[in-house]
């Protein structure tokens, strides 16, 4: 069964850091494309970035390039982001997901809650 | 505001047929696979639709998708009272790469 079980959510400050991990099990990790999509309280989904098997490429929303780093250790299972200079704006779940069939994402975590605020 | 265009809300009533809209560009729909979502309050989005018709195993037949040209639907039929909850679609977007979502529409069994 494929479990996807993100963590490292929690409260800081405009301008902080904070890094989200994601533990994977249940399937061949190393094989997949993985994906972070966030939703802010009461809003859509947004896709924040994906990265391949391999993590040799990556790509960003706009709205977190250069801030936000995705990377991947399948030595380990797991899924990353590091988020730098956080804004209010950047409160949201953050969930990792997994393709199946495509690209977009099929299997999701539980999400972890990261807000941002003074 | 969303690159794919969802309505905000959509009604039905129990054993009625709705469908939900979502509208696009050439750089998304025009050119990729949609895909539904269904999520819950507070619980992760769930596959519904995928490759724009394709229902994974477990989703009911009463939940069907289509695409023509830069749009695509959902359609619910048979309306049940557990299907009121927010319904998502989403594309890549070769122009962005990356993933674009709509905005939601929220679905009301009356």
């Known amino acids: 069964e494929v479990q996807l079980v993100e963590s490292g959510g929690g409260l800081v400050q405009p301008g902080g850091s904070l890094r989200l991990s994601c533990a994977a099990s249940?399937?061949?990790?190393?094989?997949?494309?993985m994906n972070w999509v966030r939703q802010a309280p009461g809003k859509g989904l947004v896709w924040v970035s994906r990265?391949?098997?391999?993590?040799?490429?990556?790509n960003y929303a706009d709205s977190v390039k250069g801030r936000f780093t995705i990377s991947r250790d399948n030595a380990k299972n797991t899924l990353y982001l590091q988020m730098n200079s956080l804004r209010a704006e950047d409160t949201a779940v953050y969930y990792c997901?997994?393709?199946?069939?495509?690209?977009?994402?099929?299997?999701w975590g539980q999400g972890t809650l990261v807000t941002v605020s003074s | 505001q969303s690159v794919l265009t969802q309505p905000p809300s959509a009604s039905g009533t129990p054993g009625q047929r709705v469908t939900i809209s979502c509208s696009g560009s050439?750089?998304?729909?025009?050119?990729?696979?949609v895909y539904w979502y269904q999520q819950l309050p507070g619980t992760a989005p769930k596959l519904l639709i995928y490759?724009?018709?394709q229902r994974p195993s477990g989703v009911p037949d009463r939940f069907s998708g289509s695409k023509s040209g830069t749009s695509a639907s959902l359609a619910i039929s048979g309306l049940r009272s557990e299907d009121e909850t927010d319904y998502y679609c989403a594309a890549w977007d070769d122009s962005l790469s990356g993933v674009v979502f709509g905005g939601g529409t929220k679905l009301t069994v009356l």
């Open positions: 990265i391949n098997s391999d993590g040799s490429s990556t």
């Open positions: 490759r724009n018709n």
């Open positions: 249940g399937f061949t990790f190393s094989s997949y494309w």
């Open positions: 050439s750089s998304n729909i025009g050119s990729n696979y």
């Open positions: 997901a997994r393709p199946k069939y495509d690209i977009l994402p099929d299997y």
